[in-house]
């Protein structure tokens, strides 16, 4: 980069692109995959949808969103969701990390362990699903089984909206836990050694170098594996479809399999696509949200 | 629309690939003349068309009756694609309405012929493919309820290719242990739900119930409302009013739905989430007395030992109960329609008078499991001996659906009629509402439809 | 953290432990793949039972389970490359490169994620439609990009922003270029984490199903679809010992993927130390 030298204006031209450089491949994808799709939900949210050619029909302005919004089913859906995240998101995030950290023992092993410690997030989630159902089920079910020799009665895992709810929550924290684990050990890995040779020779306790130093340290990779975990929750609808349908009732209908019953199983795409402009909103919003929380968490930290 | 774009870009990718793709595109073009709908095909230039269908059959179709076709038509190769069930009205729908649709033939389940009649992409068979219609294919042979369903507006858009109906499942060895006479055709309502206690009971000597009366599709599905409108029917009422209006919130109808949900107390424990496989499961493993199901399992669930506990001899299959008009049922057919963009609709419509033919109807029901539409088959010596009682069954449940309209509505909304069942339905059987206020939620959102 | 002996065994037992636990439904799943069709589900549940082999040759032949494979193996590898190598370099870029209004685009591209993908089905069948690219891998690698890179950016946005920045600026004074740092300081110092989100990567492009659903049919169909077809056999019951074979040797392959490039995690990790 000697030849920059000459040509002040052009090298800092070539400067920049090379910065924007950075940022571009994966802008470009994006635009180009997503653009399209995009326009095409927001303009069918205002129109009414043709089904037999699935182009927009007639501008109806604000009548889907009218609909969705006074539809009573749509905020239970959310409310559903927002239970499900509530207890789902902490307890992945806590048990992970843990979990991380007991699976980052120094012996032979360990490295076989992390490898099978992935599979739930391999298994299809319409298998997961299944196979869960199968063990819980209060009538063939394993646990039903279990609790049975030593004398408790079956629980309806399905038919009961709060059991169902853990159920869910249950499966969702099996399936994504893994996925926690894979990253926090990474970042356990990344951190720099001599700090804590430093620490060690100081003297401190573990339980202070987790305080004043593993937490502090890993707060970046907590804060974006809770960002991008929130994001692949407030999307699950896979395995809700496979265990309940949705059910019992509409005990864990969350809104994205409503969306998708919605669309596909209701043929109402226009509705459908004013729900996922909706959703997009109160998702940017509280990712927003999210993401300055956890900047003033980094700066708090370093 | 919003795409100029794609368009753009589908013609320089149209000039770089040049005569290559109109070279390999012109045999196909050139055998599509019109007046002879592309012909059957020849030994040199065989004719290929696409079938989509739904995934559970479409493999079987391919291995077995693809080839039991091509002995009759060698010149016509069939690829046959499964889609899953969730996806196939979509896809359908998108690739009929497509320019180049990739499809020439689509197998579309009962309720969808209006949907896709509504892309004017569907041949009309009695008359467009009037022509190619094989002088022996006897149309007035169906019978009326199976080829009612691929029928809009007066117009016969496709063929029955595979039919099911909803069925009484019933296992001897529960009925004879608690004393009952086993289900007959006339079995009513009533006498189902005085017996129904005293099916719960102990076979293994354990001391607590360990077999339920009945089993069936409770939790939250589509098909569920089907099992509680065929109540609904067998007592005389209907879904919707010649106007199309909701007109099961009635008095009557409300009894019909308690009846259902009350059979969740003769259920075993987690029936309430209970769909398809799992009530399957649990009559199949001989823990209940009966279940409401599709005639298509009775192979799974009494001959098959590979997938059944039961024996042959200990399972029988009737029409639902009788309610105050007669017994019940519902239609559950698989119609094949040949689309009006396909260069070669000869070949796809012979593909499909063979499926519907004597021939291909009793290749299917003894291959495939499915089972035949025609009142000849149906009469005729069964293909398995098995299928003698199903056959006879079967022909009932025919008359019985004819007469009392037992099909999901027929409209071009009416995937979103079946949702709003679906949604309402489901929390009556889970208690979340009681049958009154479920009905009329449903009826409400039904008539803001607009149908 | 080197504690006493007996804690350390008491860690090395409990993660053993839970995986043990995380493993059990798996281990269920294996069990079944080996019943017959009748003794899934039966009650009490069999834990002995005559083993058969039905489910992974009759079954895993008739459903073209290799072909589609081979296409689970495409779409998963190379749409987890092409996130991988897009997904970091913008990750990068936000984390360390001073940009005005990047900060907004990388938001916006992490936001891209909060549209449900019900909604990008429908519209991207209709654009490959138009682009006569239905049915193919490319389409599915495209599609599964737009979920994969904003994940990538934004996990190694996290690891990159861990880093001590005095990494660059010693390689700057070397006379290094932006794009040279980032190769070869700031990407094997950071391997770890790449390891990690590339599996993640490739592990979510592997299980989708929505997408594969809708953009192919036939060519390029993934074993998710697979799968959803023998779920959906409503002949005559749903064949779970089926279900449960083709879910046993979808695994497999990624299991062996991880312990494989396990062995960079660790590489990553030395190297890091020796450089840092």
Same mark, same amino acid.
């Given at each position: 980069?000697?030849?920059?030298?000459?040509?002040?204006?052009?090298?800092?031209?070539?400067?920049?692109?090379?910065?924007?450089?950075?940022?571009?491949?994966?802008?470009?994808?994006?635009?180009?995959?997503?653009?399209?799709?995009?326009?095409?939900?927001?303009?069918?949210?205002?129109?009414?949808?043709?089904?037999?050619?699935?182009?927009?029909?007639?501008?109806?302005?604000?009548?889907?969103?009218?609909?969705?919004?006074?539809?009573?089913?749509?905020?239970?859906?959310?409310?559903?969701?927002?239970?499900?995240?509530?207890?789902?998101?902490?307890?992945?995030?806590?048990?992970?990390?843990?979990?991380?950290?007991?699976?980052?023992?120094?012996?032979?092993?360990?490295?076989?362990?992390?490898?099978?410690?992935?599979?739930?997030?391999?298994?299809?989630?319409?298998?997961?699903?299944?196979?869960?159902?199968?063990?819980?089920?209060?009538?063939?079910?394993?646990?039903?089984?279990?609790?049975?020799?030593?004398?408790?009665?079956?629980?309806?895992?399905?038919?009961?909206?709060?059991?169902?709810?853990?159920?869910?929550?249950?499966?969702?924290?099996?399936?994504?836990?893994?996925?926690?684990?894979?990253?926090?050990?990474?970042?356990?890995?990344?951190?720099?050694?001599?700090?804590?040779?430093?620490?060690?020779?100081?003297?401190?306790?573990?339980?202070?170098?987790?305080?004043?130093?593993?937490?502090?340290?890993?707060?970046?990779?907590?804060?974006?594996?809770?960002?991008?975990?929130?994001?692949?929750?407030?999307?699950?609808?896979?395995?809700?479809?496979?265990?309940?349908?949705?059910?019992?009732?509409?005990?864990?209908?969350?809104?994205?399999?409503?969306?998708?019953?919605?669309?596909?199983?209701?043929?109402?795409?226009?509705?459908?696509?004013?729900?996922?402009?909706?959703?997009?909103?109160?998702?940017?919003?509280?990712?927003?949200?999210?993401?300055?929380?956890?900047?003033?968490?980094?700066?708090?930290?370093? | 629309?919003?795409?100029?774009?794609?368009?753009?870009?589908?013609?320089?990718?149209?000039?770089?690939?040049?005569?290559?793709?109109?070279?390999?595109?012109?045999?196909?073009?050139?055998?599509?003349?019109?007046?002879?709908?592309?012909?059957?095909?020849?030994?040199?230039?065989?004719?290929?068309?696409?079938?989509?269908?739904?995934?559970?059959? &479409?493999?079987?179709?391919?291995?077995?009756?693809?080839?039991?076709?091509?002995?009759?038509?060698?010149?016509?190769?069939?690829?046959?694609?499964?889609?899953?069930?969730?996806?196939?009205?979509?896809? &359908?729908?998108?690739?009929?309405?497509?320019?180049?649709?990739?499809?020439?033939?689509?197998?579309?389940?009962?309720?969808?012929?209006?949907?896709?009649?509504?892309?004017?992409?569907?041949?009309?068979?009695?008359?467009?493919?009037?022509?190619?219609?094989?002088?022996?294919?006897?149309?007035?042979?169906?019978?009326?309820?199976?080829?009612?369903?691929?029928?809009? *507006?007066?117009?016969?858009?496709?063929?029955?290719?595979?039919?099911?109906?909803?069925?009484?499942?019933?296992?001897?060895?529960?009925?004879?242990?608690?004393?009952?006479?086993?289900?007959?055709?006339?079995?009513?309502?009533?006498?189902?739900?005085?017996?129904?206690?005293?099916?719960?009971?102990?076979?293994?000597?354990?001391?607590?119930?360990?077999?339920?009366?009945?089993?069936?599709?409770?939790?939250?599905?589509?098909?569920?409302?089907?099992?509680?409108?065929?109540?609904?029917?067998?007592?005389?009422? *209907?879904?919707?009013?010649?106007?199309?209006?909701?007109?099961?919130?009635?008095?009557?109808?409300?009894?019909?739905?308690?009846?259902?949900?009350?059979?969740?107390?003769?259920?075993?424990?987690?029936?309430?989430?209970?769909?398809?496989?799992?009530?399957?499961?649990?009559?199949?493993?001989?823990?209940?007395?009966?279940?409401?199901?599709?005639? &298509?399992?009775?192979?799974?669930?009494?001959?098959?030992?590979?997938?059944?506990?039961?024996?042959?001899?200990?399972?029988?299959?009737?029409?639902?109960?009788?309610?105050?008009?007669?017994?019940?049922?519902?239609?559950?057919?698989?119609?094949?329609?040949? &689309?009006?963009?396909?260069?070669?609709?000869?070949?796809?419509?012979?593909?499909?008078?063979?499926?519907?033919?004597?021939?291909?109807?009793?290749?299917?029901?003894?291959?495939?499991?499915?089972?035949?539409?025609?009142?000849?088959?149906?009469?005729?010596?069964?293909?398995?001996?098995?299928?003698?009682?199903?056959?006879?069954?079967?022909?009932?449940?025919?008359?019985?659906?004819?007469?009392?309209?037992?099909?999901?509505?027929?409209?071009?909304?009416?995937?979103?009629?079946?949702?709003?069942?679906?949604?309402?339905?489901?929390?009556?059987?889970?208690?979340?509402?009681?049958?009154?206020?479920?009905?009329?939620?449903?009826?409400?959102?039904?008539? *803001?439809?607009?149908? | 953290?080197?504690?006493?002996?007996?804690?350390?065994?008491?860690?090395?037992?409990?993660?053993?432990?839970?995986?043990?636990?995380?493993?059990?439904?798996?281990?269920?799943?294996?069990?079944?793949?080996?019943?017959?069709?009748?003794?899934?589900?039966?009650?009490?549940?069999?834990?002995?039972?005559?083993?058969?082999?039905?489910?992974?040759?009759?079954?895993?032949?008739?459903?073209?389970?290799?072909?589609?494979?081979?296409?689970?193996?495409?779409?998963?590898?190379?749409?987890?490359?092409?996130?991988?190598?897009?997904?970091?370099?913008?990750?990068?870029?936000?984390?360390?490169?001073?940009?005005?209004?990047?900060?907004?685009?990388?938001?916006?591209?992490?936001?891209?994620?909060?549209?449900?993908?019900?909604?990008?089905?429908?519209?991207?069948?209709?654009?490959?439609?138009?682009?006569?690219?239905?049915?193919?891998?490319?389409?599915?690698?495209?599609?599964?990009?737009?979920?994969?890179?904003?994940?990538?950016?934004?996990?190694?946005?996290?690891?990159?922003?861990?880093?001590?920045?005095?990494?660059?600026?010693?390689?700057?004074?070397?006379?290094?270029?932006?794009?040279?740092?980032?190769?070869?300081?700031?990407?094997?110092?950071?391997?770890?984490?790449?390891?990690?989100?590339?599996?993640?990567?490739?592990?979510?492009?592997?299980?989708?199903?929505?997408?594969?659903?809708?953009?192919?049919?036939?060519?390029?169909?993934?074993?998710?679809?697979?799968?959803?077809?023998?779920?959906?056999?409503?002949?005559?019951?749903?064949?779970?010992?089926?279900?449960?074979?083709?879910?046993?040797?979808?695994?497999?392959?990624?299991?062996?993927?991880?312990?494989?490039?396990?062995?960079?995690?660790?590489?990553?990790?030395?190297?890091?130390?020796?450089?840092?």
């Amino acid at each position: 980069m000697t030849i920059g030298m000459k040509r002040p204006t052009r090298a800092r031209l070539a400067d920049t692109a090379g910065r924007w450089g950075f940022l571009t491949p994966a802008f470009l994808i994006l635009a180009a995959v997503l653009a399209y799709p995009i326009l095409y939900t927001i303009e069918i949210s205002f129109s009414e949808i043709d089904i037999a050619t699935f182009m927009p029909g007639e501008f109806v302005g604000w009548d889907n969103y009218e609909t969705v919004l006074t539809d009573e089913r749509f905020w239970y859906a959310l409310r559903v969701t927002l239970i499900y995240l509530v207890f789902a998101l902490p307890l992945q995030l806590l048990l992970g990390f843990v979990i991380a950290w007991l699976v980052n023992a120094e012996w032979r092993g360990r490295g076989v362990v992390r490898a099978l410690f992935i599979i739930p997030m391999v298994v299809a989630p319409v298998v997961a699903g299944g196979i869960w159902k199968m063990m819980l089920d209060p009538l063939w079910g394993l646990t039903t089984y279990l609790l049975g020799l030593v004398g408790l009665p079956a629980l309806d895992w399905f038919g009961d909206p709060v059991l169902a709810m853990g159920a869910i929550v249950l499966i969702d924290t099996w399936r994504w836990t893994p996925f926690v684990v894979l990253i926090a050990t990474a970042g356990l890995l990344s951190l720099p050694r001599d700090v804590f040779e430093a620490a060690e020779i100081d003297g401190a306790n573990w339980w202070t170098t987790l305080w004043r130093i593993t937490i502090p340290l890993l707060v970046p990779v907590i804060a974006a594996t809770f960002v991008v975990r929130w994001l692949g929750a407030v999307k699950m609808f896979d395995i809700a479809l496979a265990a309940t349908a949705g059910g019992p009732g509409r005990a864990t209908n969350v809104i994205n399999l409503f969306i998708y019953q919605e669309a596909f199983r209701g043929m109402k795409f226009a509705e459908s696509a004013a729900m996922c402009v909706v959703v997009l909103v109160i998702t940017t919003l509280l990712t927003g949200l999210f993401l300055r929380g956890s900047r003033v968490l980094e700066a708090r930290f370093q | 629309m919003t795409g100029k774009h794609p368009n753009a870009i589908r013609l320089t990718r149209r000039a770089a690939l040049g005569a290559a793709a109109a070279a390999v595109l012109a045999p196909r073009a050139r055998a599509a003349g019109p007046e002879d709908g592309g012909g059957l095909g020849t030994a040199e230039k065989p004719i290929s068309i696409r079938v989509m269908t739904n995934d559970a059959f &479409s493999k079987i179709w391919q291995t077995t009756l693809v080839p039991e076709f091509n002995k009759k038509f060698p010149n016509i190769q069939v690829t046959v694609d499964g889609v899953a069930y969730s996806e196939q009205l979509t896809k &359908s729908l998108l690739d009929l309405s497509g320019a180049k649709p990739v499809y020439d033939v689509v197998i579309t389940d009962d309720p969808w012929t209006p949907q896709l009649a509504q892309t004017n992409a569907l041949l009309d068979l009695k008359k467009d493919a009037a022509a190619w219609t094989d002088p022996g294919f006897d149309w007035a042979d169906f019978n009326p309820a199976p080829l009612a369903a691929s029928e809009w *507006k007066g117009v016969q858009y496709g063929v029955p290719v595979r039919s099911n109906m909803l069925l009484m499942f019933y296992n001897r060895t529960h009925y004879r242990k608690a004393g009952l006479p086993e289900p007959t055709p006339k079995l009513t309502w009533a006498e189902f739900m005085a017996q129904a206690p005293k099916l719960v009971q102990d076979l293994k000597g354990e001391g607590k119930p360990n077999a339920w009366a009945i089993d069936t599709y409770f939790g939250r599905d589509q098909l569920t409302p089907t099992i509680w409108q065929a109540i609904l029917n067998a007592n005389g009422g *209907k879904l919707l009013d010649a106007n199309n209006k909701a007109a099961f919130n009635t008095k009557d109808g409300v009894a019909t739905l308690q009846t259902f949900v009350d059979l969740l107390k003769y259920a075993p424990p987690g029936a309430k989430n209970h769909l398809f496989n799992d009530s399957l499961q649990s009559f199949r493993q001989g823990q209940v007395a009966a279940m409401f199901m599709w005639g &298509s399992v009775y192979r799974g669930t009494a001959i098959d030992p590979a997938t059944t506990t039961l024996k042959p001899d200990e399972v029988g299959a009737q029409v639902m109960p009788v309610g105050s008009a007669l017994p019940g049922t519902h239609r559950g057919i698989w119609s094949g329609v040949v &689309s009006r963009k396909s260069p070669t609709p000869r070949a796809a419509w012979a593909f499909l008078q063979w499926m519907s033919s004597k021939e291909g109807e009793a290749a299917s029901s003894s291959l495939t499991g499915g089972f035949p539409a025609r009142r000849s088959t149906l009469a005729g010596t069964p293909p398995a001996p098995w299928l003698a009682p199903v056959f006879a069954t079967l022909q009932m449940a025919y008359d019985v659906a004819e007469k009392g309209q037992m099909w999901r509505p027929r409209l071009v909304k009416s995937d979103s009629v079946q949702q709003v069942l679906a949604d309402e339905v489901a929390r009556a059987t889970s208690g979340e509402i009681d049958a009154a206020a479920a009905l009329a939620n449903a009826a409400n959102r039904i008539d *803001k439809l607009r149908l | 953290m080197r504690g006493s002996r007996l804690g350390h065994r008491l860690r090395v037992g409990g993660g053993v432990f839970v995986c043990a636990l995380f493993l059990f439904p798996v281990f269920w799943m294996v069990l079944t793949s080996f019943k017959a069709p009748r003794d899934a589900f039966t009650r009490p549940p069999k834990l002995f039972f005559t083993p058969t082999l039905e489910s992974y040759t009759a079954y895993l032949t008739f459903a073209d389970v290799p072909g589609r494979m081979l296409n689970t193996v495409i779409v998963a590898a190379g749409a987890g490359l092409v996130s991988i190598v897009a997904g970091a370099m913008a990750g990068y870029a936000l984390s360390r490169i001073r940009l005005r209004g990047a900060a907004t685009i990388g938001a916006v591209i992490l936001l891209s994620r909060g549209v449900p993908p019900i909604a990008l089905a429908v519209p991207m069948f209709i654009v490959a439609r138009q682009l006569d690219l239905l049915d193919r891998h490319i389409t599915l690698i495209l599609a599964y990009c737009t979920f994969l890179i904003p994940y990538v950016m934004w996990l190694m946005r996290g690891f990159f922003a861990a880093l001590p920045r005095e990494l660059e600026e010693a390689a700057a004074i070397d006379g290094c270029s932006r794009f040279g740092t980032f190769l070869r300081i700031i990407v094997p110092i950071s391997l770890p984490g790449l390891i990690a989100t590339f599996i993640f990567s490739v592990i979510l492009a592997w299980e989708e199903l929505l997408f594969a659903l809708v953009l192919t049919s036939r060519e390029a169909v993934t074993v998710p679809v697979a799968v959803a077809g023998i779920a959906a056999d409503m002949t005559s019951g749903v064949n779970w010992s089926a279900l449960c074979a083709v879910g046993t040797i979808t695994v497999i392959p990624v299991v062996i993927f991880s312990l494989a490039v396990q062995k960079w995690l660790i590489q990553g990790l030395s190297d890091g130390a020796t450089k840092a």
